[in-house]
């Protein structure tokens, strides 16, 4: 169920002023100070919202506040400004009624912070989509743009606007945010050149200094150093809270998100570094001729900078602050400028071309966040222009400013005073006059197109002759002397002759708001916001796009002699048409308050609130709101908050609202005249009347509350009893349960310790019978086996007996037959018949034994080993001799069958074999490969014929060696022959001899004990052949090589018998060296190959692959 609040809840003092009882001016600024000090810092006046600034974030801008006063009435809650911004987007979505928002309020109460606050919840509650964020994110974002150009440090507020800004925002038919448009008016331009004591010049400027990297400062031609600046006031250039350089970041991002292209930045910086070079140029003075004086720029640098920037030529801008064109029909009068006339040409330039570049963002950001052109749209149009203003000294701008507050303030009294009188109207109550002062008198003063100020200032600026601000101070104090807003010591009302507060320069206007003593000097120049001809001129010559558009009056093919209009004519004029637009509109009213000069939270300085309350006619406000009937409430709401006051309406109501509100006051006997039935809305007169009821609400809403407290105790006892005696029957049943199951528990238990005991015992009874029965049938057994037993031992000796008896009986039977037998035979036997037996016997064993050996004889193979077994016991010498006879035989066989030379291999491999065998590992490979000698085919083949023929005798063995090289180790293909008498090297290719050595000089050959082939030829000492050394070769045949050479050494004539020496390390003579040749064993690598290197001196190592 929705909860309805009203904002009578839980006030601090009254949230409506209306309601303030008794209404004075004390009791007004009593209760916004109450409220300020609770944090409450806005306050209704009616449907005008008063908002105090805290000088502090409060938690009470967040998303769900928005969500909390999002489509909820206006009085629903406590007052805010989201309530009135709501109220206005829903009047604009769901009646069609285009609104605006009027922020007033001095500098630094908040106005702009308000005007945020207004378009972010409207940004927050109105429609979504892509299209439609990124309208609200452009309108959002223009707000840093116009902020950073147009704000300025004042000791008033340290972001106060320097110019009015006014908003349109366009919405489509479902509330949807279109664009907007934004209207500027009149940026206090004179900053540019001058700020007083305690101010800063305009944000960009010390941002662009702070925030710009060192790039594109350079660019600009600029420097860091806010000193180097003329026209940067330095006593306040840092501000507390504020970071130049970050707000820098910012406006760059929102000038990008609103749409300005990257050149655009880039010509709006360099105007702005434009008007900071600008403000250095210096002037100095140089006599003429004529003894008048004339400017010359002091040191050109900064100028040249300028104009580089700008693209102007130096030469021109030099001229034109130096001379002046006067054109006046055909006429062209050129005067020179003397050196103050040049510093305000300078000055003058400068302010233009600031407030120009200010009014061409307005314009550009206005294209950019323009709505379609489409049906009609709904506006809300947002007001935040600079407040009523009382300096120590108002010139121009102060008065122009307040101009247009007058106008406000009227506008206010005029739209508010319509609407009441609507309301009485469309509610069919009766209107009675209220009587408020009406500021169109003062505004006239100023207006008035015959003899208003303005139309005054702008006579005089346009007379002829000499016009100073004296003559037009002259001209005021005779026009306006009689009016009664217009004070001036000259004029010739005797009232103020001797009034010493109104100085003979001044002039004082009684504003609404209070008066204001204006300073005459500088009113006519300001308000002619004279730029000389020539500056525009040269301004419109700069090779810069931008400047051309900023000064189109400067373009000479469209001089136009007619002066622009004056400064106070286009404000009056602006002000016109703002103020018709605004009546267009339906009003909403934020009215701010600053609680204290020294912008501090917490601090509220009565005389200084007294006096905004004051000039921003808020007690006036009040009574007009008032002047009829202060409170006014709708049936409904009414009835729901004071229905408990009468017994027909509390709880339940059945019939229509207004017949139970007039139950309801008839029943509480409110006199007649302090209320009146609208058609919608009950009215009541006096506050006082409001708080009796809101009283007799209070003290009923007690009795209530004590009565619900009652039936709510007596319920809260009662569900407590009733869940204690709940409670009691569920533990007294878990109780029961458990103490049931516990006996339970017990009982199993028991039986199942007397149920083991018995069948514990019935067990052990059938296995007692169990086992006596076992024992009864092993005894039988037992016994019968000792039984069966005995009776078989019994049979047993019986039979035994029985055999025994029979077997002697066949013994003596035997006995006696053979005693029978050869008592009968004996005579027939001779003596030696028992030897011949015997010889035949073993005639007819070896017979048998002889023909089986015959069919069982082995093959004629020498290497067959076997032999039959042998068949008698007796026969194993017999047997062993004949097989060793066997073989003897069967190897003559063999051995008959040779030829001489099959003779001769076998010789040499028997030699081979006594040689190497068990000695060297490479015989076993040599066994089976035949002794070839000439391998090389020697005598047939034809390349070696030569070789052949220088050879005496025949070659034993030819053969391709590998000679070793003393020196390396390295191995080179050699021919190997063997005669008889001599062993020759001879070379592989050409055949040619390379050595030839007499078998009697070699005294040994040396080989290793492995699977290698190398061999070492020792020669005698001191021989023909021996002078190169001994010689290291390998061969794959070095078995036959070795032999032959043996058997050849051997039966060579006058030679000894050739050592053959097996070791793997042995001495050979290289020249003058012993060398020793040592064999080790190696892993085997490259195919498996022997290498050989010479070491050292003393070493050559073999190395051999492991065999295994
Ligand atoms: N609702 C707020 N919450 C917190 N601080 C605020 C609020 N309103 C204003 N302020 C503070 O007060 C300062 C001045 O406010 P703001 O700039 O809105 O004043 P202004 O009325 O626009 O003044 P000016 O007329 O000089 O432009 C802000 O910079 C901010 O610090
Ligand atoms: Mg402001």
Not at 2 to 22: A, F, Q, R, W, Y
Not at 273 to 283: P, R, S
Not at 319 to 348: G, H, I, M, P, W
Not at 479 to 501: G, N, V, W
Request: hydrophobic fraction near 35%; aromatic fraction near 10%; proline fraction near 3%.
């Amino acid at each position: 169920m929705e909860v309805k609040t009203s904002l009578l809840d839980n006030m601090i003092g009254v949230g409506d002023m209306v309601l303030l009882e008794p209404l004075s001016e004390d009791s007004f600024i009593a209760n916004l100070r109450n409220r300020f000090d609770h944090n409450e810092i806005y306050t209704y006046i009616g449907s005008v919202v008063i908002s105090m600034n805290p000088y502090r974030s409060l938690p009470i801008f967040t998303p769900e506040k928005v969500e909390e006063y999002r489509n909820r009435n206006f009085y629903e809650l406590s007052p805010h400004i989201y309530a009135l911004a709501d109220e206005a987007y829903r009047s604009l979505r769901d009646q069609d009624k285009d609104q605006c928002i009027l922020i007033t309020g001095e500098s630094g109460a908040g106005k702009t912070e308000a005007s945020k606050l207004v378009m972010s919840y409207v940004a927050a509650v109105c429609g979504k989509g892509q299209e439609v964020n990124k309208v609200k994110e452009q309108l959002l974002q223009s707000n840093p743009v116009l902020e950073a150009f147009g704000n300025a440090k004042t000791v008033r507020n340290d972001n106060s606007s320097r110019f009015g800004k006014y908003m349109d925002i366009e919405f489509d038919f479902k509330g949807d945010p279109l664009g907007g448009v934004i209207s500027n008016y009149l940026l206090e331009k004179s900053r540019v050149v001058k700020q007083p004591r305690g101010e800063r010049n305009f944000h960009i400027f010390y941002q662009l200094l702070s925030g710009a990297s060192d790039d594109t400062l350079k660019k600009l031609k600029l420097d860091r150093d806010f000193s180097k600046y003329n026209y940067l006031s330095l006593d306040s250039a840092a501000v507390n809270g504020l970071d130049d350089a970050a707000n820098f970041r910012t406006v760059r991002n929102a000038m990008q998100i609103v749409g300005f292209m990257e050149d655009e930045v880039q010509s709006v910086l360099e105007l702005v570094a434009a008007v900071l070079k600008l403000g250095n140029i210096e002037f100095k003075p140089e006599s003429r001729c004529n003894g008048n004086d004339e400017s010359r720029i002091r040191d050109k640098n900064d100028l040249k900078e300028m104009c580089e920037l700008l693209g102007t030529e130096q030469t021109v801008l030099e001229r034109a602050f130096s001379y002046r064109t006067v054109e006046a029909k055909q006429e062209k009068v050129c005067t020179t400028l003397n050196v103050a006339q040049a510093y305000y040409a300078r000055d003058a330039l400068a302010k233009n071309l600031y407030s120009r570049l200010f009014s061409w963002l307005v314009t550009r950001i206005n294209e950019s966040i323009k709505a379609a052109p489409k049906s009609r749209h709904k506006v809300m149009g947002v007001l935040d222009i600079y407040g009523f203003e009382i300096f120590e000294e108002n010139s121009f701008e102060q008065f122009i400013i307040n101009y247009c507050n007058e106008k406000l303030q009227q506008i206010f009294i005029e739209l508010t005073l319509r609407e009441e009188q609507e309301e009485y109207v469309r509610e069919g109550i009766e209107w009675t006059n209220i009587e408020y002062f009406n500021n169109a008198i003062i505004c006239d003063l100023i207006e008035n197109h015959q003899n208003g100020i303005l139309a005054m200032l702008d006579e005089e600026c346009l007379r002829p002759g000499t016009v100073t601000d004296e003559t037009f101070l002259d001209k005021l104090n005779t026009i306006c002397a009689e009016h009664l807003h217009f004070e001036s010591r000259l004029s010739k009302s005797s009232k103020f002759l001797t009034d010493h507060s109104l100085p003979h320069n001044c002039f004082r206007i009684q504003h609404y708001a209070g008066k204001v003593l204006y300073r005459a000097e500088g009113f006519v120049d300001k308000n002619n916001d004279l730029l000389y001809r020539d500056l525009s001129q040269a301004m419109y010559k700069a090779n810069h796009s931008l400047m051309k558009q900023l000064f189109p009056e400067g373009n000479p093919a469209k001089v136009n002699l007619k002066r622009p209009p004056t400064a106070g004519f286009q404000f009056r004029h602006s002000v016109g048409t703002l103020m018709r637009n605004l009546q267009t509109k339906n009003p909403n009213y934020i009215r701010c308050i600053k609680p204290n000069d020294k912008k501090a939270s917490h601090i509220f300085t009565d005389s200084l609130v007294c006096h905004q309350v004051r000039y921003l006619g808020l007690m006036e406000n009040v009574r007009v709101r008032r002047a009829g009937y202060a409170f006014r409430q709708a049936y409904e709401p009414c009835l729901e908050r004071y229905k408990m006051l009468c017994k027909r309406t509390w709880p339940h109501w059945r019939g229509p609202a207004r017949e139970g509100v007039e139950v309801l006051m008839a029943d509480l006997t409110v006199p007649a005249e302090e209320f009146s039935y609208g058609r919608s809305k009950v009215f009541i007169r006096n506050p006082r009347t409001l708080f009796f009821l809101e009283e007799r609400r209070r003290q009923c809403l007690q009795d209530l509350a004590t009565l619900i407290q009652k039936i709510y105790r007596g319920w809260k006892c009662r569900s407590h009893f009733l869940l204690l005696k709940k409670s009691q029957i569920v533990v007294a049943a878990w109780y029961r349960r458990y103490a049931q199951q516990n006996k339970y528990k017990r009982i199993k238990s028991a039986t199942t310790v007397v149920q083991s005991y018995t069948r514990g015992w019935q067990a052990r009874k059938l296995l007692r019978e169990l086992k006596y029965q076992k024992r009864c049938e092993e005894a039988v057994t037992t016994i019968s086996a000792y039984w069966h037993g005995t009776q078989a031992r019994r049979e047993l000796r019986r039979l035994k007996e029985e055999a025994r008896r029979k077997h002697a009986v066949a013994v003596i039977w035997a006995y006696w037959k053979g005693l029978k037998v050869r008592r009968e035979y004996r005579k027939f036997f001779r003596a030696n018949a028992g030897k011949k037996i015997y010889n035949f016997t073993i005639q007819r064993i070896m017979q048998k034994y002889f023909l089986g050996l015959k069919s069982t004889m082995p093959s004629m193979s020498p290497i067959d080993k076997s032999w039959p077994v042998k068949p008698y016991l007796f026969l194993d010498g017999v047997h062993s001799e004949l097989r060793r006879i066997f073989h003897l035989w069967r190897c003559t066989k063999y051995r008959s069958e040779f030829t001489e030379e099959k003779k001769a291999v076998f010789e040499e491999k028997l030699e081979a074999s006594e040689i190497f065998k068990d000695k060297k590992a490479l015989y076993a490979s040599s066994v089976s490969q035949p002794f070839m000698g000439d391998y090389l085919e020697i005598s047939k083949n034809p390349k070696y014929q030569k070789l052949n023929s220088a050879m005496d005798e025949k070659v034993l063995l030819a053969d391709v060696v590998n000679k070793i090289n003393r020196a390396n180790g390295k191995g080179t293909a050699r021919i190997f022959l063997l005669t008889k008498n001599s062993v020759v090297l001879a070379d592989q290719k050409t055949g040619q001899v390379k050595a030839s050595v007499p078998l009697p000089d070699l005294t040994s050959v040396s080989v290793s004990t492995q699977s290698d082939g190398f061999f070492a030829l020792k020669l005698k000492e001191g021989s023909a052949s021996a002078i190169k050394g001994d010689f290291l070769l390998s061969s794959e045949h070095l078995i036959e090589i070795i032999t032959k050479l043996h058997r050849t050494g051997a039966t060579a004539a006058d030679s000894e018998q050739l050592n053959i020496d097996i070791s793997d390390e042995f001495l050979v003579q290289f020249k003058h060296d012993k060398v020793c040749v040592k064999f080790i064993q190696g892993a085997p690598k490259n195919g498996n190959s022997v290498s050989c290197k010479r070491k050292n001196n003393r070493l050559l190592e073999v190395s051999v692959p492991s065999t295994v």
